[in-house]
């Protein structure tokens, strides 16, 4: 069909000056071998034997190193002593194998035969008659399978073969994911009346501490002691920052917060980071990871980066102490979306 | 095996009498006769591949190791080891284990480190070696089944790497993780029970550490074992591709036996991609997680990255803007974490993926490949892979612009939309520069073959006329410039018969006829054995005369040629 299909390789030769020229150049064929210095001058040749001796002499010294180093050098209590020990062993290792490699490939550029041989290439494609045999053996096995005339037996071999991973496949997905309780995602241990504590101290946090400008980084009351802390720390942990009520643009919902002191979600609204940046002079949460940023005084909304909710705020009051306290869980669920996050 | 000369030393006579205990019980002798003096042609790209193979093998060692010590489970556990900073901090069993291996255990840091540089040198060596298979067009028949592999390979190793790099459960790797949780998450309908099925339960949760280890340790290695034997299998059937140059051609191969040269070389190469490893274990250190703490999920640090392979998928995660998330009804389909997370990582690599098949769509060529091509010389083909690898640069750069900002004094803002503008820009601009950039070599070559190296030589004419002498190219310069053929778009029949008649798959030939013209419209042909005589007589016959000169001093605009067929 294309021109290259038909296309039958270089021929021809130069043109001679007056015959019609080929198409194309015909390939020059292999250069002559120049010798190297080493082959034609013995002196050369027994240098660069002594080179080859010299850098395995070198691997072994570094073995070596490397055993007086595992033995004279403790790993210590401190970074500098295993600063140390990972020096002097990684050392002894690198000369250890770079004598065996130089010493090698030194033999093989310098000592070895360096004439380039020519081996042909053959089709890939097997030849027809093995090609036809091959296909006549299938045909035969086919036949004496008796396959072709028992339509039943080919449906009763495949279903039995895709059925039957069903075996590992159902207890394996049936187990995998814990209680597949995947609503617990919607809820965090917040609750009425649970006490705002300081990550990790667990200190409880009086309304009077929050000055205007401070950042509480908080974890819920009772922590420690719930079944599944981390998961459910994954999930609670909370910002409290205090706004001078003059920067207040608008509120994500209206009486969470309390003179001012505002409690939002850490985990960012994008994949989940910890949104732990807190920049005073702007208001603004910035997550490290994708830079999503979050103005406090304007209901944490987004105003750059890949997140598009705004971090959800947690409702807080106060208790008869003076405490932090929430008004209630989350109003909604927390951390990156999922399908059915708002069902 | 019956030797024709009896060896005389007793080594010979005891490596003979193995060799036939051997033979006698698995004809062995086939394999070595076979195998022993197999050429491989030699060329300094060709190590990228031997570089992944043998930093693999790094991993494998430094791995097996590293297992002896380390304790893959999240079982809370109260420090009290020799690093002073931590004593006392409740931490999982996964990263007390690695903080002993490296404090405790006497060059365990030196494997933790060297394991972790092998991996990052593992994909490097990946990346450049499929590099420099799909610049030299070594992906073509009968290769395109390795080409896959090779792709699969990637991908397992990737799998590799953050596999690993999650299991130390320091704070990184689990705010790591905590990313690709929320990247399962997002997926429509099913993703919040993918994350269970990833995490047995609610992130973070206890299973996933001896998940991961499972999957670190035995099976991504196991099918990287297994595809890499089948990888070097196919290149052993296949022998190996070369480049062109005199007396090489497509159906010889020119080069060095296995036995002994390859053994050397090869087998001291392993030694000293494993010595440079070792040194880099050595002097720089990598991944200190005592400084980075346990996994909490509460805290991060700023200016954190992830392995530079991931770096792509961070960057566009944070380039992606977050209005694309929509809420369809009552369902929340977050596509400013999907686009990024899945269809873009899909977009780039996909097409690579299938690129022989396309390519050899759009030439119609059926015939087997076994020399190489000047990448100058496959104009679309080098344009392309170039352009995809621009977009994969805009995205490192964009995971890393947190760094960019504070290293350079930049608004981050402003180098986040640069760069979303810069995604898209950059690589059609990237493709159309390279592509002229191939044309302009390829036009170099020409002039080169028609008119020869300047020499720097000024002659005089008896008229007063100065000129400069070209020295000719010797053949084997010539013969590396003239040597590729030239690949046109592909001719198909017309439509309809000389009666009218509709001609079956017209309107499939007619596609392929323009995929081919994209691929090969435009393009500059290799000087041809008619053009030269030519060019040569032209000189002959104008030698002496002004014109002559002038012709040879303009040869940069001389009969080149490019077709629009």
């Known amino acids: 069909m294309s021109q290259v299909d038909n296309y039958q390789g270089p021929t021809g030769n130069l043109p001679d000056g007056h015959g019609r020229a080929p198409e194309r150049f015909e390939n020059p064929g292999l250069p002559a071998h120049k010798p190297r210095l080493g082959d034609v001058d013995p002196k050369v040749d027994k240098r660069r034997q002594r080179i080859v001796l010299a850098l395995f002499g070198v691997s072994t010294l570094g073995t070596i190193g490397f055993l007086v180093a595992y033995f004279a050098l403790p790993t210590g209590r401190d970074v500098a002593t295993i600063h140390r020990s990972n020096l002097w062993l990684g050392l002894g290792l690198a000369a250890s194998l770079l004598g065996i490699g130089l010493a090698a490939i030194q033999w093989a ?235 | 095996m019956t030797t024709t000369t009896p060896p005389a030393t007793p080594t010979g006579k005891a490596a003979a009498a193995t060799a036939d205990w051997l033979d006698q019980r698995t004809g062995i002798g086939v394999a070595v006769k076979g195998l022993a003096r197999k050429l491989f042609p030699e060329h300094w790209s060709f190590m990228l591949g031997e570089i992944a193979l043998y930093s693999f093998i790094t991993l494998l060692l430094s791995g097996v190791f590293l297992t002896m010590f380390f304790v893959p489970s999240a079982d809370e556990v109260t420090y009290n080891g020799p690093w002073s900073a931590l004593q006392g901090t409740s931490m999982s069993a996964a990263f007390a284990s690695t903080l002993k291996l490296s404090f405790e255990v006497r060059g365990g840091l030196l494997m933790r480190q060297v394991h972790h540089w092998a991996a990052l040198i593992f994909l490097a060596a990946i990346v450049t070696h499929m590099m420099r298979v799909f610049f030299t067009g070594a992906f073509r028949k009968p290769r395109e089944i390795n080409w896959v592999i090779g792709f699969v390979l990637l991908t397992l190793g990737l799998a590799a790497g953050f596999s690993g ?227 994969f640069f805009v995205l490192v750069l964009g995971g890393s612009n947190d760094l960019l900002a504070t290293h350079f004094h930049l608004s981050l803002n402003d180098i986040t939309w640069t760069l979303r503008f810069a995604f898209f820009l950059v ?59 030239p690949i046109r778009p592909v001719q198909i029949a017309p439509g309809e018969d000389s009666r009218g008649v509709r001609r079956k798959g017209y309107k499939s030939d007619l596609r392929r006829q323009r995929v081919s013209r994209l691929f090969f419209e435009t393009r500059v042909e290799p000087v041809t054995p008619a053009e030269y005589a030519a060019a040569q007589e032209h000189l002959a016959v104008t030698a002496g005369h002004g014109d002559g000169a002038r012709e040879q001093i303009g040869a940069g605009t001389g009969p080149e040629r490019i077709s629009h067929s």
């Open chain 1, 109 to 343: 550029k310098s000592i070895m035969n360096n004439e380039e041989k020519v081996e042909e290439r053959h089709p890939m494609a097997s030849r027809p008659e093995v090609r036809e045999a091959a296909v006549r053996n299938l045909a035969e096995g086919a036949k004496d399978s008796g396959i072709s005339r028992r339509g039943l037996l080919k449906s009763a071999v495949v279903g039995s073969l895709a059925l039957f991973p069903l075996t590992i496949a159902v207890p394996l997905i049936g187990e995998i994911g814990g209680d597949w309780n995947v609503g617990k995602l919607k809820h965090t241990m917040w609750k009425k009346g649970l006490r705002l504590t300081i990550d990790p101290s667990g200190r409880p946090i009086k309304a009077s501490d929050v000055t205007i400008g401070s950042v509480f980084h908080v974890i819920p009351d009772g922590l420690d002691k719930t079944p599944d802390p981390l998961e459910e720390k994954a999930k609670a942990v909370v910002l409290v920052v205090r706004l001078d009520p003059q920067v207040v643009k608008s509120e994500q919902i209206p009486g969470a917060s309390y003179q001012g002191i505002f409690a939002f979600s850490k985990i960012c609204t994008h994949v989940g980071c910890p949104v732990a940046l807190y920049e005073q002079q702007t208001h603004h949460l910035l997550c490290p990871c994708h830079q999503s940023t979050f103005d406090v005084a304007d209901g944490a909304r987004v105003i750059f980066g890949p997140a598009k909710r705004p971090l959800p705020q947690l409702p807080i009051t106060v208790d008869d102490q003076g405490y932090l306290v929430a008004q209630s869980d989350f109003t909604q669920p927390v951390g990156p979306s999922f399908w059915e996050r708002l069902r």
């Open chain 2, 165 to 391: 790099y999650s299991l130390p459960d320091d704070v990184l790797s689990g705010n790591g993780l905590r990313i690709t949780d929320g990247l399962i998450r997002g997926i429509p309908i099913i993703g919040t029970y993918m994350s269970y099925f990833v995490f047995g339960g609610e992130f973070p949760g206890t299973a996933l550490i001896p998940r991961l280890f499972t999957v670190h340790v035995l099976l991504v290695p196991g099918a990287i074992l297994a595809l890499v034997g089948l990888h070097l299998a196919l290149v052993f059937l296949h022998k190996h591709t070369q480049f062109p140059g005199s007396g090489r051609t497509n159906n010889n191969v020119v080069g060095y036996p296995l036995f002994p040269v390859y053994t050397a070389k090869a087998g001291g190469f392993f030694f000293i991609v494993f010595g440079v490893i070792a040194l880099m274990g050595a002097a720089m250190q990598i991944n200190p997680v005592w400084n980075y703490g346990p996994y909490d999920p509460a805290p991060v640090s700023a200016g954190a990255q992830p392995d530079w392979y991931m770096l792509f998928l961070e960057g566009s995660l944070r380039l992606t803007p977050g209005q694309l998330e929509v809420v369809l009804g009552n369902f929340t389909v977050p596509l400013n974490v999907l686009i990024p997370g899945l269809v873009i990582p899909l977009l780039l690599l996909g097409p690579l993926a299938v690129y022989p098949f396309l390519e050899a769509y759009a030439t119609g060529d059926k015939r087997e490949h076994h020399l190489l091509d000047r990448p100058r010389n496959a104009p679309f083909r080098t344009a392309f892979g170039i352009s995809i690898l621009s977009a």
């Open chain 2, 427 to 485: 690589p059609p601009i990237v493709f159309a520069v390279t592509r002229r950039v191939c044309l302009a070599l390829q036009r170099k070559d020409r002039e080169l073959v028609l008119h020869g190296h300047e020499s720097g030589r000024i002659v005089r004419f008896a008229s007063g006329e100065y000129v400069e002498v070209h020295t000719p190219l010797d053949e084997d310069e010539r013969w590396i410039r003239v040597q590729h053929e």
